[in-house]
């Protein structure tokens, strides 16, 4: 009897043993990081409950583009996030951006839902702000571990979840009209609590986990990239379904059920290859001789032998050229600091923000992005003001939605494909999604029938193949050690874009043709009611103007394409197949 008990303690202890190691292990961040960036889209919903903001509030069209301005830039200064990642453990910026994602919506549904005063626009701008900056949070926690976990598919890592990003606005639409009906107000308070609630229950599952590359690594991710297609073929055929027929509270929900199916799905690899793994490790403690042969046979004859490393080593160069020269002038170590090394090393912050690199590329992000962001957020506008009925409004909005997944993962996947083989520079590929981005544009500005379809496609795949592309250029350019924070400095382009293109100049122009509208009908606008314009001339000048910027947006970005060409020549990632095979370490943070 002892000795059963004794078993069944020591298969529970195994049990739970490995239930640990599954959920702390490398590949658990994978499904953790997918749940999380697939409710982490709420800002490309706000087409969907603008019009409410704009109708309950009292807006005009300027006052709504300041409010979806703000939200853009919460969205993406994420500056002071990147610096917090520096020097703290993940989990603390999943708690941080918890807590403000469910505080900045949650106070914006009280207003709209008339459970609180007015608030003042400054303060709507606040709420807004603090709602969509956790997404910055959320995306520094899990994202930017995910990326450093797995440098040498960083494209395939950044396009897969940013693809998650741009579906999640399709994934909540179905989960809310599952949860809610047609009632678009309940939108806000969906997008407060659940973001929230999916952050906090992975908490302690990111880290920084130093591993070799997994020979198998490309074919999981390939998989997950399957599991990922279907659900948004899933969500697609539902899009087509729904606009023809209408939908019930239940059908809604079997629908859910489905999409949350396939967000589950990854799971089933990740717990394999976590299974394998503590498989391996079991086998390598019990029999000495194969853990000896392992050791014995993974350095390569190129590879240089793995000793100790000295301080010395691990300083950068020009910590090295100073160590071993008496003191310079004073301001030699300030000259230094500006001096940037060769492009693929560790930038510096400072270095990555002073590089001409960094300023086209940062110059092309906002031409590009501030465009198709524009676009995004007026859409609920742009489709009022063209006559479509509010369920086409909902219908652009989850196309949007799916083809900015399907631009991430194309843009992430083929991308890494085409420079592992090829050396095909990202630059030039970005490039190329520049100038398919002003197609869609003009498709706006000239209003062919029935063309907001097509250019809801367009814009959607355009700017989420923009996200992947710029994020892991600047991986490539300037290293992966400050990159939480330069990869925050590069997505401050996207609302720097947008307020002048969305802001200053669409909703002014959008209010001007208003105005000019009732006082051709002889009207006055009445204090405290939103300011409507209708017709194609609503929007026509703006997207010929922001083709036009986003032309030139791709004529800068080839300039940082021929800056570059010799460096995407070589091999990008050879630093990192280096530190694989000799077994160096970056010194990280634990959790």
């Known amino acids: 009897m002892g000795n059963s008990n004794g078993g069944c303690a020591s298969a529970w202890q195994e049990k739970i043993s490995l239930g640990f190691h599954v959920v702390k292990g490398r590949w658990f961040t994978i499904f953790a990081t ?47 996030s990147g610096l917090i990642n520096e020097f703290t453990p993940p989990w603390i910026l999943l708690v941080i951006g918890a807590v403000m994602n469910f505080t900045g919506y949650f106070m914006i549904w009280l207003a709209v839902t008339g459970h609180t005063a007015k608030p003042q626009v400054w303060q709507l701008c606040l709420y807004i702000w603090i709602g969509a900056d956790s997404q910055a949070f959320a995306s520094t926690g899990s994202l930017i571990t995910t990326v450093k976990n797995f440098p040498e598919s960083r ?15 399709a994934i909540i639409t179905q989960i809310y009209h599952a949860m809610y009906g047609s009632d678009t107000k309940s939108v806000i308070l969906l997008i407060a609590w659940l973001p929230a609630l999916v952050s906090i229950l992975f908490l302690p599952t990111f880290r920084i986990i130093k591993v070799a590359r997994d020979k198998n690594e490309a074919n999981i991710f390939f998989n997950l990239l399957y599991i ?12 087509i379904f729904q606009k023809r027929v209408a939908f019930s509270r239940l059908e809604y929900g079997g629908a859910t059920i489905c999409v949350l ?48 490393v000295s301080q010395q080593e691990l300083l950068p160069e020009s910590a090295n050229a100073e160590a071993g020269n008496s003191p310079e ?23 990555g923000i002073c590089s001409i690199d960094m300023l086209l590329l940062f110059v092309a992000t906002c031409c590009g992005m501030g465009g198709t962001l524009t676009a995004i957020d007026n859409l609920g506008q742009i489709g009022q003001s063209s006559g479509y009925s509010a369920k086409s409004i909902t219908t652009f909005v989850s196309l949007v939605s799916i083809w900015n997944y399907l631009g991430r993962v194309s843009a992430g996947f083929s991308s890494e494909m085409l420079l ?14 520049l100038l398919l981005t002003c197609i869609g544009h003009l498709l706006i500005a000239f209003a062919v029938p ?22 892991a250029i600047i991986s490539e350019l300037f290293g992966l050690k400050y990159y939480s924070t330069l990869f925050q400095i590069g997505a401050l382009a996207s609302p720097v874009g947008a307020y002048v293109l969305n802001v ?64 995407y020549k070589g091999d990008v990632y050879k630093k990192f197949k280096e530190e694989s095979c000799t077994g160096e370490v970056v010194s990280e943070r634990k959790s």
């Open 34 to 80: 997918s749940l999380i960036m697939s409710v982490n889209g709420s800002s490309f919903m706000f087409g969907l409950y603008s019009n409410d903001i704009k109708s309950s509030l009292g807006y005009d069209q300027t006052t709504l583009n300041l409010v979806s301005f703000f939200k853009d830039l919460g969205g993406n200064l994420g500056i002071i």
């Open 155 to 169: 494209g395939i890592v950044l396009g897969l979840f940013k693809g998650y990003i741009g579906l999640s606005g």
């Open 228 to 239: 990922s297609l279907g659900l948004a073929g899933f969500l697609m055929v539902m899009i």
């Open 261 to 308: 199916i396939l967000l589950f799905a990854p799971l089933n690899f990740v717990v394999r290859e976590e299974l394998s793994q503590w498989k391996t490790k079991k086998q390598l403690l019990t029999n000495p001789s194969n853990q000896l042969q392992v050791f014995t046979e993974k350095p390569s004859s190129t590879d240089k032998p793995a000793g100790p």
């Open 329 to 351: 002038k004073p301001f030699s170590s300030i000259i230094k600091a500006f001096k940037s090394p060769q492009r693929g090393e560790d930038f510096t912050i400072l270095q």
């Open 420 to 433: 592992k083989k090829y050396n095909f520079p990202r630059p030039l590929m970005l490039t190329l999604v």
């Open 450 to 471: 029935n063309s907001l379809y097509i250019s809801s496609v367009l814009i959607g795949f355009c700017f989420g193949a923009q996200n992947p592309l710029v994020f």
């Open 504 to 567: 200053k100049m669409a909703g002014h122009i959008y209010d001007s043709e208003a105005i000019r509208q009732l006082a051709a009908k002889q009207l006055v606008r009445q204090a405290g009611k939103e300011l409507t314009c209708s017709g194609e001339v609503c929007y026509r000048f703006t997207f010929i103007v922001i083709a036009a910027v986003t032309l030139f947006g791709s004529v800068v970005s080839y300039v940082l394409v021929i800056r570059t060409r010799s460096f």
